[in-house]
């Protein structure tokens, strides 16, 4: 075998590909759509743990969230770098090979190797040993679905195994002996590739038509013996339907795939539409991403923001989002529930535990929320004391009614909400440090209104449908109703926008409301209101025209006209014209 002029480089295949162990299958399925690869390497470092048929790969598929770690090796498995000797091959007790490059990363595999390894055998065989041989090499590759076809150093046929004869179209006995150059003639083949392998002496693929009908992809291999002559070409094929089956059948699970994917995301949509969660700006996107992902999972969340940007509306999606959504999502607003109620609202309190309570006892709202999500509102207001026995239920997860004695465990995911700046508060010593950390696993921030300006449009548009629908009304916006709400800050934020939206429909008494109706509902000269700093001294001429110019000059950039900028000024339509004009003027030169 080490006299012989083959190398591994020339035995190897290619078509694989090589993942980290860490990579999510449906994700890997995902992105390899239209590849063709028939093994899947998986990878720790440098290092192949695993070799994954492509049909074992996608059976796979049904578990979500799998990763390569999860996947046993299709077959044992040896490994040879592309640089050793031919007779190394005599030395492996395995089927499979991975070949590394020089490089220490995998260049392709050699499956088949008994097979090979009798072929290249064959050559050491005396004349008198040959047909014993030659019939246990047979035996050895009968039972492969592999099509093998061996032909001589001149083109003759020598051997062809049971798998060649069905793809092919004929018998061993038919061909045995004949030149392939015969076989051409005969239309058995389209063309030979053995002819091709005897002129170039260089390995060969191409695609062959067959007796059947069939197109097949075939591969020669030239074997040299010591002296660098072609003794034999070596052949295997594929058929080709069989190929395009197996990628048809990916495509289709491919396009499943996208189709579920597509299904998951009118779902997810539709779940966020009937929390009355409608989000299209990009920040807000990026906060659905984020409960999307986080909602599986049993973090502890804390939502910030001000009040009326939806923090209750994010807890309950993360809810109904999660595993958890069979059992129920049990709210507490700490600033509502008086400090001496409190502790019995949250642990509870067994019979007889104070006067005036419940004969048959109380369970708390900790309890009920078992199994299900706990959502804390308002936590900043909670006092110190009950912080404490909060703080020793996150540890624990366990309670301890009052007055009772039983400690009782509680399987329950924690959501916390508030708008205030809890670590300021912590610094004031107005909020443990240790259970603000333990409530700050995951912060998520819900941005006010006024940041994300984008957003006032899409929920004007949303609370005029919801609204309209629910009033039996058809009541529009003129255009600079809505130019005018985009602009106004919103201090309440969402719940301000949606309860002046709902007082417009209702109150309104044209269809068409204009701004002359919208000054009944929302007060926008307080908003504009403010107080003028003086930082440095002007002639007290010099100072009031600098204001008024100011003045009428942002008035007009808001209303976008001279007749609402001097409505909101409380001056004449002629004054702010002539002011703008003579600013012009000024600017001008």
């Known amino acids: ?23 999510n299958i449906l994700k890997l399925i995902k992105g390899t759509a239209g590849q063709q690869f028939s093994y899947v390497f998986i990878m720790d470092g440098q290092k192949v743990i695993s070799v994954i048929s492509t049909l074992d790969l996608y059976r796979s598929m049904s578990v979500p969230d799998a990763n390569l770690a999860t996947m046993r090796s299709t077959t044992e498995f040896a490994i040879i770098s592309v640089n050793d ?38 050559k050491h065989l005396s004349c008198s040993q040959k047909q014993s041989d030659f019939n246990e090499f047979e035996n050895i590759v009968y039972n492969l679905e592999e099509e093998i076809f061996v032909t001589d150093g001149k ?61 097949v992809l075939g591969t020669a291999v030239p074997i040299f013996d010591k002296q660098g002559e072609l003794i034999r070409v070596l052949c295997t094929s594929k058929d080709v339907a069989q190929i395009n089956n197996l990628f048809n059948k990916i495509d289709r699970q491919h396009h499943e795939l996208k189709a579920k994917d597509r299904q998951l995301n009118v779902m997810s949509e539709g779940l966020f539409g009937h929390n009355n969660y409608a989000c299209f700006s990009k920040g807000l996107e990026a906060i659905k991403e984020i409960l999307i992902k986080i909602a599986p999972t049993d973090l502890t969340v804390l939502i910030q923001g001000e009040s009326g940007v939806g923090k209750e509306v994010a807890a309950k999606l993360i809810h109904s989002l999660s595993p958890r959504n069979k059992y129920p999502l049990v709210k507490i607003n700490c600033g509502l529930i008086p400090e001496a109620l409190i502790e019995s609202e949250l642990f509870g309190y067994d019979k007889g535990a104070f006067t005036g309570a419940n004969t048959n006892g109380k369970i708390g709202k900790i309890e009920l ?19 404490v026995k909060l703080l020793e239920f996150i540890q624990d997860r366990e309670i301890t009614r009052i007055g009772g004695s039983k400690r009782i465990g509680i399987n329950t995911r924690i959501i916390t909400a508030t708008n205030r700046d809890l670590k300021d508060m912590v610094k004031q010593g107005e909020f443990r440090e240790d259970l603000y950390y333990r409530l700050n696993v995951f912060p998520l921030r819900i941005a006010p209104l006024r940041e994300r300006i984008e957003d006032i449009s899409t929920f004007t548009e949303y609370f005029l449908q919801k609204f309209n629908d629910k009033y039996k009304l058809y009541k529009e916006l003129d255009p600079d109703v809505l130019d005018i709400l985009a ?18 429909i209702v109150c309104s008494s044209a269809d068409l409301v204009t701004t002359a109706d919208l000054n009944n509902f929302l007060d926008l000269k307080q908003q504009s209101r403010g107080r003028v700093n003086c930082t440095g001294l ?50 001008s030169t």
């Open 1 to 23: 075998m080490r006299d012989l002029k083959i190398s591994v480089n020339e035995l190897i295949r290619h078509d694989f590909l090589a993942f980290p162990v860490s990579q």
């Open 85 to 122: 000797d031919i007779s190394a091959l005599t030395n492996l007790n395995k089927n499979f090979v991975v070949v590394f490059g020089d490089n220490h990363q995998p260049v392709g595999f050699i499956d088949n190797l008994q097979m090979i390894v009798s072929l290249l055998n064959l």
């Open 155 to 215: 083109g003759n046929v020598l051997f062809l195994n049971p798998a060649a004869e069905k793809v092919c179209g004929f018998t061993k006995e038919e061909v045995i002996g004949k030149h392939v150059t015969y076989l051409e003639k005969e239309h058995m083949i389209s063309s030979s590739i053995s002819m091709i392998v005897l002129k170039t002496r260089e390995k060969v693929v191409i695609l062959q038509q067959v007796k059947t009908g069939k197109t």
């Open 487 to 504: 602009k106004y800050d919103w201090p309440g934020n969402v719940r301000e926008l949606e309860h002046v939206i709902e007082r417009i």
């Open 369 to 387: 929320a078992d199994q299900g999500t706990l959502f804390l509102d308002e936590i900043g207001e909670m006092p110190l004391l009950q912080q």
């Open 538 to 587: 002007l002639p007290w001429k010099a100072a009031k025209k600098e204001l008024e110019e100011q003045l009428i000059k942002r008035a007009y950039d808001f209303y976008k006209s001279t007749y609402k900028a001097a409505n909101a000024l409380e001056v004449s339509q002629s004054t702010v014209a002539k002011v703008m004009k003579n600013m012009d003027k000024y600017n």
